[in-house]
């Protein structure tokens, strides 16, 4: 596990902070430009909800951005969440790698857990 570092800043900050804010638009109004339900938005915008492949390609239209911008927002967030969670972190160093497990097989003997 590498060093915890800063947490991404989410896309419910970005839409808030970039857009929303300085648009002066109300999460309603952007519920109607996507064709969502204004809860959808809103929690999305309060970071209760991650963003969806779907919402970013409705993202990517109504700002004129590129999909693979909201993508990259929700992923790094994401690595972030899973690299700085301790108790997923300890089950990720009990799964055998592949060659191992393999090479374990082959040799006709049991793990020990």
């Known amino acids: 596990m590498k060093p ?11 839409l808030l902070y970039e857009y929303l804010e300085p648009l ?3 999460i309603n109004e952007l519920a109607e430009m996507l064709h969502v339900h204004r809860n959808s938005v809103s929690a999305l915008v309060n970071n209760n909800r991650r963003l969806t492949t779907d919402m970013a390609f409705r993202l990517a239209r109504v700002f004129d951005t590129s999909v693979d ?13 899973v690299e700085n969670d301790t108790r997923v972190q300890e089950e990720l160093s009990r799964i055998e790698p592949a ?3 393999i090479a374990r097989r082959e040799a006709g003997t049991k793990k020990v857990a």
Do not use: H
């Open 99 to 101: 060659a191992e497990f």
């Open 24 to 26: 002066d638009l109300r």
């Open 69 to 81: 911008f909201w993508i990259n927002l929700q992923a790094a967030v994401d690595l972030w969440d």
């Open 4 to 14: 915890a570092s800063r947490k991404p800043t989410t896309v419910g900050d970005i």
